[in-house]
């Protein structure tokens, strides 16, 4: 459960101002592009790129990776820092597709509250309500965009109602769209009473406020054709009497979102949802952490590694790990206590996530999130802090569910394929096998498109092109045991036995019949299909 705003202590102004945040929503809703507008109102870039579009223009600055660009989707989080008024907003865009969804979920337990956006068109997708239950576990707050009103959307009472429906939520309207598809002109803003017009003709422009005296102003009038003006009266007057208000203390609990209606890629609506965020979004909270939780206000520095990103940049060649400050005030420069290893580390290059860049970060404040460049010390999972031993709580790892055999296109390459496949394991993009007999390896991955993305990264940051090959193998289990038990039993089963990133032994099999018959057989050995991040 979230404390409430009343119970909490009041936290230091630096951190007060933080808003960190994952957008998150069914493939193509248009993150990516809500993104960059954040971006260009942040004043962190001068124009928004395009998902889709030819040369430069297509540059996304969260859509980085050369697979991302070619196909117009995301594969990969990323976060970005930035200033809106008097707020530090930390972002983070989110792929939509399932098959990356391990990165999506483990983003989750690093954010305060997520932005849910919904196609008008398409209104609660399978994707967006998963991504919802998996908010909902934690009690996220999460505020919605309602995109694309750009083109033909369903009615709003349509879509609101589905999403109470199906999401099991209250939803309040924040904004209330005026006319849709062609005839889309703005929205009354039903939190300031203020009409917001769209301007078509200037994608990057923020919209024209207009500040009326409620609905029978007669500037209205003026603004809006008389049928349209019609239709919107009745139904603001439909939507006070028939839908809940915004309590937002409601929103923090998780059981209230409000919703903006816009368009992205009009730089409509944008605005007005930022200010949302900002305004009513919650301030960092506490996290989960083994054996007690973090506080944000502590002054003491713990923050703990959710996402683990080689080669993020062809400029810097190296791995950085994605941080979650959970307390304090972490200063440039810090030796941090590395929980798992027990092993100081002095954190002397930190990044802050920029638009299109990254840059020293000289501090940072709980909530911020923040890049340690490493050499493979820090995993997902780890927990840093000043001393004090802490485990961050709740970071998923997935099931491997489809399994392919990997060889390097030049077989005299497979020393670098091994290193490129254990950098990837260690990143988290895959868990990789290697069998105790014969030679190659096997890849472990949640989703079919995982492999494209691995095949394309090892050939672009390796130059090695590479073969999947099918697998005889369908199911990976890590074996557990004291060490004698899985001696006995890696001796006997040789033929099934392969050892992971970690050189922790691992049981591939075909069949079922296999895993109920060890698990008959060897009382003594436990089999799992998750590898537990947290050591
Ligand atoms: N008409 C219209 N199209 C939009 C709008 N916003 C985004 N799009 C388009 O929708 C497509 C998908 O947009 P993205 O921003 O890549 O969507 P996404 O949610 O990031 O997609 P994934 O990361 O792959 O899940 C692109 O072609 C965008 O140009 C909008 O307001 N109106
Ligand atoms: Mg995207």
């Not at 459960?1 to 493939?27: G, K, Q, V, W, Y």
Request: glycine fraction near 8%.
């Amino acid at each position: 459960m979230l404390d409430t705003p009343s119970n909490r202590p009041e936290l230091p102004p630096e951190i007060a101002r933080r808003r960190t945040f994952a957008i998150i929503s069914h493939p193509d809703a248009g993150k990516t592009t809500l993104t960059e507008k954040f971006l260009l109102y942040g004043g962190a870039i001068q124009m928004a790129g395009q998902v889709r579009a030819k040369g430069e223009a297509r540059r996304t600055r969260s859509d980085f990776m050369q697979m991302e660009k070619d196909r117009g989707i995301s594969v990969s989080a990323s976060a970005m820092s930035f200033d809106f008024k008097s707020f530090r907003f930390n972002l983070v865009d989110t792929p939509g597709h399932s098959d990356f969804s391990e990165d999506t979920y483990r983003t989750l337990t690093a954010v305060d509250a997520a932005v849910m956006v919904i196609d008008g068109a398409k209104g609660v997708e399978s994707q967006t309500q998963k991504l919802f239950e998996v908010c909902r576990l934690r009690d996220l707050p999460i505020l919605t965009f309602c995109n694309k009103m750009d083109r033909e959307s369903r009615d709003t009472f349509d879509i609101i109602d589905e999403i109470q429906e199906n999401l099991a939520i209250d939803v309040t309207p924040a904004s209330w769209p005026i006319g849709v598809g062609r005839d889309f002109l703005g929205c009354y803003d039903m939190l300031h009473d203020r009409l917001e017009l769209m301007d078509r003709a200037d994608r990057n422009k923020v919209a024209e406020s207009v500040s009326i005296n409620g609905l029978d102003d007669p500037k209205l009038d003026e603004l809006i054709p008389a049928n349209l003006l019609e239709k919107l009266r009745e139904e603001v007057e439909m939507a006070r009497e028939l839908l809940p208000t915004f309590d937002r203390q409601a929103l923090l609990e998780g059981t209230m979102t409000p919703i903006w209606f816009g368009s992205a890629i009009n730089s409509f609506g944008v605005k007005e949802l930022m200010d949302g965020i900002g305004s009513y979004g919650p301030e960092p909270q506490p996290q989960q952490a083994d054996p007690r939780q973090i506080a944000p206000e502590e002054t003491k520095v713990a923050g703990f590694v959710f996402k683990v990103q080689a080669n993020m940049d062809p400029k810097h060649r190296d791995r950085v790990a994605f941080v979650r400050m959970a307390s304090g005030h972490f200063k440039r420069g810090m030796k941090l206590t590395h929980v798992r290893t027990k092993k100081p580390m002095a954190i002397s290059n930190p990044v802050l996530f920029l638009a299109s860049d990254r840059e020293l970060a000289e501090e940072a404040w709980a909530g911020d999130i923040i890049g340690i460049p490493n050499h493979g010390q820090l995993r997902i999972g780890d927990t840093l802090t000043e001393g004090e031993v802490l485990r961050a709580k709740g970071i998923p790892s997935f099931a491997p569910e489809l399994l392919q055999g990997v060889r390097a296109g030049d077989p005299m390459k497979a020393k670098h394929l091994e290193k490129a496949l254990m950098q990837f394991a260690e990143e988290g993009a895959a868990k990789v096998f290697k069998p105790s007999i014969g030679s190659g390896f096997i890849v472990g991955v949640v989703g079919a498109l995982q492999f494209e993305v691995l095949g394309s990264r090892i050939e672009l940051e390796y130059g090695l092109p590479v073969r999947f090959e099918a697998s005889q193998f369908t199911s990976a289990r890590w074996v557990h045991g004291d060490r004698l038990a899985v001696e006995k039993f890696v001796n006997a089963n040789k033929q099934h036995i392969s050892y992971d990133h970690d050189g922790d032994v691992v049981y591939l099999t075909r069949l079922q019949w296999d895993i109920d018959r060890v698990e008959r057989d060897y009382p003594d050995i436990t089999l799992s299909a998750t590898k537990e991040m947290m050591v």
